[in-house]
Structures are given as C-alpha cells and as structure tokens.
C-alpha cells in the first residue's frame, strides 16, 4: 500500500512540469511587423518635374507667339471710336459695327473692365454737352449689354466738349470730336500687350486740373461730378 502511495506522487511530479511545458509551447509568439519605409527614387522626381515643364512649354510657346496678334487688337480696341451726329446719342449702323467688334475683344478677353468716354463738339453750353458726351457713353454701354457684355464691366464718362481730338471750327474737326472712346481699366494677363495699351490711351492726357474742367462720372446708376484731380486722389 505505501508502496502505490509513493508512485503515485512520483507520477504526479514527473506529469506536473511536462504539463506546464506543453502548454507554454501551444502559445503563439506574436511578432509586431516591422514597417519598411519605402525611399523615393530621385531620378523618378527629376522625370517628372522634366515632364511637368514640358507640359507647359507648349502653351508658354503658345503664348508667345499670340502675342503680337493680342497686342495689336488692344491698339485697335483703344484707338477705335464711335461717332455721332450732331446733338445725337443714336448709334448709327457703322456705329454699332465697330461696337460689335469691341464686344468680341472683350469676350476675348473676360478680365478686361473698361471704361467708355463720351465727348462733344464745342458748340453748345458746358452743361449741356456734359449731360449728351454721358448720354453717348451710356448708349454705347446698352448696346455692348444686349450684345452679352456683363454691365458690371463697363463704366461711364463724360468730358463734354472739354477733351478735343481735332482742333478746328469746322465740320471736320467737330465729327471727330462727337464721340465714344474706350479706356481698359484692367488689363490682359500678359505684360507686353498692358504696357503697349497704356501708352497708346494716356500719351496725350495732361493732368492739370485748369485744363480739364469738371466731369460727370457714371458708375452703374450713379451720377456724380469731379474733376480730374479728385478722380487722380481717389486712385
């Protein structure tokens, strides 16, 4: 009997720690994943800055080449008038002619805001030709407007008889004077075309203010009076 009492606890003791071992070894050793970090190709990153400015070589190309065309519009949009009769805001045929194909530059070029002048022959009183040179730049306005012009581009201006082109008391000379004439107030994007538009619209223009007496300045719905000094302070 002592006997099987002392192999049992013999047995227990050998079974005990095989037990244990077994169980630890059925436990999965869990390794974390080591993150590699994927190092650029700087060959790849020259490639595509190669390719990128290669992309945008044809348009600068583009660009350039359309240059002299872009430029020689702007000169034709400034220098072109648009004349009346006398003692008349009426838009002849010829009138609208030339007002369409300012429209067509200025949907060429949607960033462009002008102003449109309207001037006089001196015949008539100070007054009276201030509030006809408006009624002139106002009519030319309307009219780009129905042609899809956003008024919000156009402005108005009125020098009344004050800003002759020709010199003269004569039929001839009073014509030329009995206008419409645009001013771009912002220009294309590219610098060449601005620089050229600016010298072609103010080579003649004198700020002096006994020179150019006041003005009526037409701002959407909004009429007021300045002179040219005053405008010059505001801007």
């Known amino acids: 009997m002592k006997k099987n009492i002392c192999l049992a606890i013999a047995l227990v003791m050998i ?3 095989m037990y244990f071992t077994a169980s630890c070894a059925k436990k999965a050793v869990q390794v974390e994943p080591v993150a590699t970090t994927q190092q650029q190709d700087p060959k790849a990153s020259d490639r595509s800055a190669e390719a990128a400015g290669q992309a945008r070589r044809p348009t600068e190309d583009r660009l350039q080449a359309e240059a002299p065309s872009r430029e020689a519009a702007t000169r034709a ?20 002619e030339v007002i369409k194909s300012k429209a067509e530059y200025l949907r060429t070029n949607p960033s462009a805001r ?45 020098y009344g008889e004050e800003r002759p082109i020709a010199i ?3 039929e001839a000379s009073w014509a030329k004077n ?24 103010r080579q003649d223009v004198v700020l002096d203010e006994l020179s150019v007496p006041p003005a009526v300045l037409s701002v959407g719905n909004q009429q007021c009076l300045f002179s040219l000094r005053s405008l010059c302070d505001l801007g």
């Open 15 to 17: 079974l005990t720690p």
């Open 77 to 96: 949009f400034v220098n072109e008038n648009i004349h009346f009769t006398f003692d008349s805001s009426v838009l002849s045929d010829q009138a609208q």
């Open 114 to 158: 002008v102003t449109v002048e309207g001037h006089c022959d001196e015949r008539g009183t100070t007054a009276y030709n201030i509030a006809l040179g408006d009624r002139r730049a106002e009519s030319v306005k309307n009219f780009l407007v129905t042609l899809g012009i956003n008024a919000d581009r156009l402005n108005t201006l009125s």
């Open 168 to 170: 003269g008391q004569n």
């Open 178 to 201: 009995r206008r419409a004439q645009f001013v771009i107030n912002s220009f294309p994007s590219d610098r060449k075309t601005r620089m050229n538009a600016t010298k072609a619209q």
